[in-house]
């Protein structure tokens, strides 16, 4: 597998490959522990054998093999290790890329709601303006028109009374007429 492939895989499936490796280690582990036992069973053919050269001859590739054995799994270990923090670490730079778009994303909306709002806000506020000017204007033409009402009845009254006014003014108090 390559790292191309390796990272485009899941976190799920990285750790069953994980898993998979694990269970290669087992077994090689388990096949170690075999050629262990045949190494035992070698001895016996050691002494069988009649010549330490040979025996040491077909042990040395028994120990080869499981040495290269160790080694390969090792190896793929560690790679595998190398690829899964190479893919973590990629995914946590995309996750971080996101929730920094998101939060400016989220900002750029929280300031145009509040242009919104305040540009409502302008307009409410000249709207209430106008209302205020037309009603304190249309109050002022009204109490203007009452007053010239109530000064056209003064007037009115005054004048309608003019003659008792100057019956009144030619009789002081106190004074009779006869």
């Known amino acids: 597998m390559t790292d191309k492939d390796l990272r485009k895989l899941r976190r799920e499936e990285l750790l069953e490959l994980l898993i998979d490796q694990s269970r290669k280690n087992e077994e090689l582990q388990a096949e170690l522990s075999k050629l262990r036992g045949r190494l035992e069973e070698r001895q016996i053919c050691l002494q069988e054998a009649g010549s330490i050269a040979e025996a040491s001859l ?16 090792l190896e793929n270990i560690r790679e595998m290790s190398g690829r899964q923090e190479s893919v973590c670490a990629q995914l946590e730079q995309e996750s971080r890329a996101r929730a920094e778009r998101r939060i400016a994303e989220a900002e750029e909306k929280c300031r145009s709601m509040e242009r919104e709002t305040e540009e409502k806000c302008r307009t409410l506020e000249a709207e209430a303006r106008e209302e205020h000017d037309r009603v304190t204007a249309q109050a002022r033409q009204e109490a203007e028109s009452y007053w010239q009402e109530v000064s056209r009845k003064l007037e009115d009254f005054y004048a309608a009374h003019a003659g008792l006014r100057e019956l009144l003014a030619m009789h002081k108090p106190g004074q009779m007429q006869g």
């Open 58 to 73: 077909r042990l040395n590739g028994v120990f080869d093999a499981a040495q290269t054995a160790a080694e390969q799994y």
